[in-house]
């Protein structure tokens, strides 16, 4: 399968700043979407922006013109890069990944996720 591992997470201040990166590692083939997603305390896992394996990227209103994500296709990482950060951001952010991998007879789809990374924004 698929692994994914998060990093970059942490506290910081309101308008302060905060890079995410996920790797994806395993017997991976190729890796269509990548994405980030947050869930706050009390609500729902919201997506917050995704990328394709052309560059195509596609963000939640309430982060766009702050957060930006790319991704390195040769390491199979995708960063999420937040900038003026507010309390509201506040939330367990997920990395997903979508692709294919191999296997010792043929290739199967996949669809992970990592294991989540805590940001806190203080005012």
């Known amino acids: 399968q698929v692994q994914l591992v998060e990093s970059g997470g942490g506290l910081v201040q309101a308008g302060g700043s905060l890079r995410l990166s996920c790797a994806a590692s395993?017997?991976?083939?190729?890796?269509?979407?990548m994405g980030w997603y947050r869930q706050a305390p009390g609500k729902q896992r919201e997506l917050v922006a995704l990328?394709?394996?052309?560059?195509?990227?596609n963000y939640a209103d309430s982060v766009k013109g702050r957060f930006t994500i790319v991704r390195d296709n040769a390491k199979n990482t995708v960063y999420l890069q937040m900038d003026s950060l507010t309390p509201e951001d506040t939330a367990v952010y997920y990395c997903?990944?979508?692709?294919?991998?191999?296997?010792?007879?043929?290739?199967?789809?996949?669809?992970?996720w990592g294991q989540g990374t805590q940001v806190t924004v203080f005012p």
């Open positions: 997903n990944a979508a692709g294919r991998y191999r296997t010792y007879f043929s290739q199967e789809v996949f669809n992970s």
């Open positions: 990328i394709t394996s052309g560059g195509s990227t």
């Open positions: 395993g017997s991976i083939v190729s890796i269509n979407a």
